[in-house]
Nanobody
Framework: QVQLVESGGGLVQVGGSLRLSCAAF????????MGWFRQAPGEQRDLVAA???????NYADSVKGRFTISRDNANNTVYLQMNSLKPEDTAVYFC????????????????WGQGTQVTVSS
């Protein structure tokens, strides 16, 4: 099993910055792609940014140029640097990871963090 632990959410004013972190814990696993999703009240959960183990990234159009995703493969940690925050960025942010849990099982399993609240006040 893989546990994802997030940190770094909070309250910030418009134009401010926050950095989210998500660390994967467990044993015997190999992390593939990692990413961040967000969900505002009454809305669906949407992809914000993703990064594969080789470093290639993908961003939602709404955050391009403002958010940066990065990862530390040695520590199984993914980060989301959020700059120039807007009120519409307010949501619960969820860490997501695909992981193999055994050398004898080629399947990747999907894991989610518990979510961290980001609130941008105007």
């Amino acid at each position: 099993q893989v546990q994802l632990v997030e940190s770094g959410g909070g309250l910030v004013q418009v134009g401010g910055s926050l950095r989210l972190s998500c660390a994967a814990f467990g044993s015997g696993f190999s992390i593939g792609a990692m990413g961040w999703f967000r969900q505002a009240p009454g809305e669906q959960r949407d992809l914000v940014a993703a990064i594969i183990s080789g470093g290639r990234t993908n961003y939602a159009d709404s955050v391009k140029g403002r958010f940066t995703i990065s990862r530390d493969n040695a520590n199984n940690t993914v980060y989301l640097q959020m700059n120039s925050l807007k009120p519409e960025d307010t949501a619960v942010y969820f860490c997501n990871a695909l992981a193999r849990i055994s050398d004898y099982d080629i399947r990747e399993y999907e894991y989610w963090g518990q979510g961290t609240q980001v609130t941008v006040s105007s």
